[in-house]
């Protein structure tokens, strides 16, 4: 029977503050990646020692609840029971503003690449059994089977920009299917045929920037990279970025009755353009420019280097700064095959299991048994956070050992240059990756099977000579406080729900009592607050039933799955504009989904006409409600955090 993890994931919500707190939720192999409003409402000493979690961390403007080999089940109950998105940012670019620049660089990286790093990790490990069948003379021209494999490992990784624009116009609120458009330009098989024959002339000529013309657009050299756009991050990643810009223009400029058909004509035809011709090619460029200063400091002591991405890793996976690099070990890979980045980091889990090996060799109490002998099983396949945060860290000096462990592998891959040739697996599952394309087991194969071999030795004997450390069982006391607090907390769960609304569109927020209106400004209409409009579109704050909807179009009312009535008034005295300039998406008793559009209204004729552009979201039946709670952010977007309703 599958185990019901609802309890723990209400117990995860309310303690980091309620939904309501919640910007963001991601989750990767062994961690739930919140973004907080506020982390000092979340009561971080609780979820440590609350059973079914491992530890928590705050680092990185991530407030991460590490859960373990079953953070998947964990993830789905949380967007189950709530209105939480695990996708889309639930808050707004209020919050980023207040990151560090490097908080903000690793948010973007993360939530481009780890929706689907498995799934790059899972056809990487395809990509290696194929590798491995060219170990024994099988290629595309004597073997089917090779050639299907082939095809299934690689084509993930062919057309990554793809991927790559979907999760990035999620990021940059980017029209998905304008994106995909865009990236699809770029990778269009026939576009390289352009740099066949004989080239025009030559750019930056003996310089490391080199590039051939070979045709012009309009008289601007169209420059591509060898081979494409294939596999490449970095161009696609600046032109979603730069299309979501485009977008947002065009639908300020275009008249709302031709904006649905008219603004993806514009954005894909002027974005994909420039893409092809200017930001490709920058990016191209740029990324070159990387690689060289990176490479170079590798090449100036790779040892060194080695050394200190091994011995690092860990902390820089517990601290979410890994994504500073495993792009560029991507990049790589894409432009010349192969990257000594990842193959400096690959010895961290053997470190890990060492130690653990140790541990559960010399240390005989159940708790360190238990927790040890699955830890040092999930750490052999490369996932270290169990022994990290279970047993590592808690004792101190073990994770030291760990971390000189993996710097000596580190540093033995650095000084025999062992690289790799795809992405893919975790642990010993990543072998295969050190395999030649062509199938060869060269001495870099080798190289890596004696580095683990030996990471793993120097942190099992070191462990071994220490003294034996105890874990310290003040954690186990503090369960046992936590039953008799949950018992409590459960009881209150039955007596009260709370349902969170989220706003219907962009826009400056200011209090009901500021508009003209005295109707709705005494509070007559019920409690609210108001929204002035960035754009003209309004779509439904939460799952509900459109109870009423104008004949003008120029209001409606929903009511939620557990009884809020919610009217939202576009501009005051709109009435009178007897339905001119509202287009009605939705009729009355129609189901609507959190986020459906609901209403499109011309936001440039109401301001025209003289009207105020005020827009009320009044909650009209808050006598029912025991507490109504609003946001008091100056700034909102749609699907970001509006009020709270508790009953």
Known sequence: MAKNYNKLAKEIIEHVGGEHNVEQLQHCVTRLRFYLKDESKADTEYLKNLAGIVTVIEASGQYQVVIGNEVGEVYEAILNISNIDGEHTVSGEHKQGKRKLLDKFIDLISSIFQPFIVLLSATGMIKGIVAL???????????????????????????????????????????????????????????SDITAGQPLYTLFAGTHFSADVFTTFLGIPVLLPPGGYYSTVIPVILAIWFGAKVERGFKKIIPTVIHSFLTPFFTVLVTATMAI????????????????????????????FGALVGGLWQLLVMFGLHWGLAPIGILQISEQGFTPILSNS???????????????????????RDIGIPATIASIFGVTEPGIYGLL???????????????I?????????????????????TLTNYITDDGQLTMNFWHRVISFILVTLIAFVIQMFMKTPQLDTSIEKSEEKNKK????????????????????????????????????ASGAMGKGIVIVPDED????????????IAKTGHAISLTTGLGTEILIHIGLNTVELKGKGFEKLVRKGDKVLAGQPLIHFDLAKIK????????????????????????????????DYLFTAMK
Not at 346 to 368: D, Q
Not at 393 to 407: G, R, T, Y
Request: glycine content about 10%; aromatic content about 12%.
């Open 133 to 191: 069948l060219g170990v024994f003379g099988l290629d595309e021209t004597n073997s089917g089977f090779y050639a299907v494999l082939n095809a299934v490992g690689d084509g993930f990784f062919q057309f990554l920009p793809v991927v790559i624009a979907l999760t990035a116009a999620k990021k940059f609120r980017m029209n998905i299917y304008s994106a995909l458009a865009i990236a699809f330009a770029l990778v269009y098989p026939s576009l």
């Open 277 to 304: 011709l200017f930001i490709g090619p920058i990016a191209t460029w740029s990324a070159d420019l990387i690689g060289l200063v990176f490479m170079g400091i590798y090449k100036l002591s790779p040892v060194i």
């Open 346 to 368: 690959g010895s961290a889990s053997f470190g890990v299991l060492g130690v653990l090996l140790a541990l559960i060799i010399k240390n005989k109490t159940k708790k360190v």
């Open 393 to 407: 860290l808690p004792m101190k000096k073990p994770f030291v050992v760990a971390l000189i462990s993996s710097a």
């Open 409 to 429: 592998g580190g540093a033995y891959t650095g000084f025999f240059d062992v690289v790799v040739y795809r992405i893919g697996g975790f642990g010993i599952f």
């Open 485 to 520: 607090q949950l018992a409590g907390n459960s009881e209150l769960e039955k007596t009260r729900k709370q349902e969170i609304i989220a706003s219907p569109l962009d826009g400056k927020l200011k209090n009901l009592s500021e508009i003209e209106d005295k109707t709705f």
């Open 537 to 548: 579109m309004i779509c439904a704050p939460a799952n509900a039933t459109v109870s009423m």
């Open 608 to 639: 025209q006409m003289g009207y105020s552009l005020d827009i009320p979201v009044v909650v009209t039946n808050a006598n029912d409600a025991t507490e109504i709670v609003f946001s008091e952010e100056s700034h909102v977007e749609h699907g």
